[in-house]
């Protein structure tokens, strides 16, 4: 009996120890994603640069308002007649499948137009798609340092007049996790019904 | 004199119908409001024996109009101008989101959803009006 005691306390020692590592592996990182079809995810999630942005009402919007929440981002333009609103209507639909499935995702539309859109401009706009989705730009080194850092890329080509330009984005939909780390990226041409799908896959219900 | 007779003659006479184009499902979307710019689309098939090319577009509801061509290239999406729809006989074509389709600037009034709105399209001296219909459409 009395040998037994130190194998025994050994034992508990060693299970302790390894319900510990399992805890804190389970705890601290995070558990692999599942491969998804619609895009690709990112082997290691990448930290977005710090930036400091205005969103439609006039608000910060900085990388606090990418944490703690799933968030999708598609950066474009309000001149923008095909691609924008496309995918916007896009993403209200999305928005609406996750919903119904108690998924919460952000949506936000990044306009890499500054001087054409302002706040005011931006509010008309996204207002328009939902009632939840953010609109944010700001000046042109924030945005340029957000870009490289998610990964996206723009290019303004001129028009016929100064007023006139149009721009050149990606067509990417950015997908950042609840650390507002960049988790993947979906790819044009969308089609709803994988991107539900894969996104129910990601999100867990709320 | 003579000359007048025969401008004005001109000038009066209509444009001659681009031969043989058909469009159906005319359609644009319904921008947010105050928005500067549109996007049209429709399906359009050359049913005449000869091969047509939509060069210009124009419209009285726009301050104006172009003929538009979304591509996406390593991932970029970019839109081309000045493009030309060639339409050989019996072909036909899809104008539709992120692809074709013709830009609308500044429209005179506000559209909403149900609207019905003329654009011309323009085929070397031939000139032909059909009916969009302004839609609420996501997808």
Known sequence: MRAF??????????????LGIWTASEWYAPAALPPIESGVLLPEPRPVAGFSLTDQDGRAFTNA????????LFAGFTHCPDVCPTTLSLMKLLEQRLQAEDRALSMVFLSVDPERDTPQQ???????????????????????????????????VPGATAD????????????????GKVAGYFQAPYKLDSLAADLARIIPKT | MKFSAAAALFISL??????????????????????????????????????????????????AAELHRTVVENGISRMLHGQILHLPPGASTALEPGGWHLMLFRPARPLKAGDEVAITLECGEAVQSFPFTVRNKSE
């Open chain 1, 5 to 18: 005691k130190p194998v025994a306390a050994g034992f508990c020692a060693i299970f302790a120890l390894g």
């Open chain 1, 65 to 72: 308002q990418l944490r703690n929440r799933w968030s999708l």
């Open chain 1, 122 to 156: 931006l509010h008309k706009y996204v207002r328009y798609f939902s009632p939840n989705l953010t609109g944010a730009t700001g000046p042109v080194e924030e945005l340029e340092r957000l870009c490289a850092s998610l990964g996206i890329a723009y290019v303004k």
């Open chain 1, 164 to 179: 006139d330009y149009t721009i050149d984005h990606s067509a990417a939909l950015v997908l950042l996790n609840p650390q």
């Open chain 2, 14 to 63: 209509p444009a001659a119908a681009c031969p043989g184009l058909e469009l159906s499902d005319g359609w644009i979307r319904e921008a947010p409001p105050g928005a500067a710019v549109m996007a049209a689309y429709a399906r359009l098939r050359n049913a005449g024996p000869a091969p047509l090319s939509v060069e210009k577009v124009r419209s009285a509801e726009f301050g």
